[in-house]
C-alpha cells in the first residue's frame, strides 16, 4: 500500500497545490477497484439545435450537476461520482455527448461535432431544471471541462457553479478565453494533476483569468480528468472526490 503524505502548498491567485507523496503511485488491484453502481433512469432530450441527447439520471435534489466526458470516454466514466453525489443529497445527469454511442446501457447520442457539445450540457441543465433542480452546476472531465466554461458563459438563466478536471483552454473545436471565462458569472473549481503536461498551466490560467469567483487545486499525481478518482492513489481520488462534495454543498448552503 502507497501511504501518502499530504502537505498543503497555497499559491498566490486563489491556487491551491498539493504536494505528492514522493513515493511512485499505484495502480489499484481488481480488489481496490469499486464495482459498478447501479443503473439507474434512462432519458433523452434535445440540445438546443435539435441533437438528441442520451444520459442516466441519477437522484434527486435541490441541487444537480451535469457530467461531461473526456473525448476517449463517454458518460460511463461519471457513473461511480454521480452515485456519490447522489448520497450525499444531489442529482446527478451523466450524459454522451452528441457523436457518442456507445450502445446498451451506457445509452447512445445523436451524431454531431465535438464543437457543440457545450450545447449538450446546458440540454442537460434544462432538463434537470424540468425535474424541479434548483441550483445547477456543470462538472467536466477534459474536453468535457472546457465545454462546462463554455456552456456556462452561454446560459440563461446562469448557473450555480463549474468543476472542471484537467481542463485544456482549447480542444475539440471549442476554445476558452478570458472573456469566456468572465462571462460565466458563478464560482468555478480547477482540478488537474500537477504532472499532467500542460493541464496544470490550463488550471492556473482559467482560475486567475476568473478572480475571485475561481480557484485552482493542483494534486501531486499525474492523472488526467476522470482518472483522477479512478485510477490514482487513495489519497488523491479521496481529496477530488471530497473537493466536488464541498463545491456541491456551499451551493446548496448559498
Known sequence: ?????????????GATEEAPSGEPAAT????ETPSPTPVPEAVTFRASDGVRVAGRLF???PVGVVLGHSIDGDQTEWWNVAEVVVDAGHASLAIDFRGYCPGDEAGC????STGDAWRD???GAKFLRGRGVRDIV?????????AAVVAASKARPSLSGVITLSAPTACCGME???????????PMLFIAGRFDGEAPRSARALA????????????????????????????????????ILEFLEDVANR
Open 176 to 186: 476558452v478565453d478570458r472573456s469566456i471565462v468572465d462571462a460565466v458569472g458563478a
Open 121 to 123: 450540457l446546458l440540454a
Open 138 to 146: 456543470l462538472i467536466g472531465a477534459s474536453m468535457g471541462g472546457t
Open 28 to 31: 489499484p488491484s481488481s480488489a
Open 208 to 243: 486567475r483569468w476568473a478572480a475571485s469567483s475561481g480557484e485552482s487545486l493542483i494534486l501531486g499525481t499525474g492523472e488526467h480528468g476522470t482518472d483522477l478518482f479512478g485510477l490514482s492513489t487513495p489519497p488523491i481520488e479521496r481529496r477530488t472526490t471530497e473537493s
Open 1 to 13: 500500500m502507497v501511504v501518502a503524505v499530504w502537505v498543503p502548498l497555497i499559491a498566490c491567485g
Open 59 to 61: 437522484g434527486d435534489g
Open 109 to 112: 447520442s445523436e451524431d454531431g
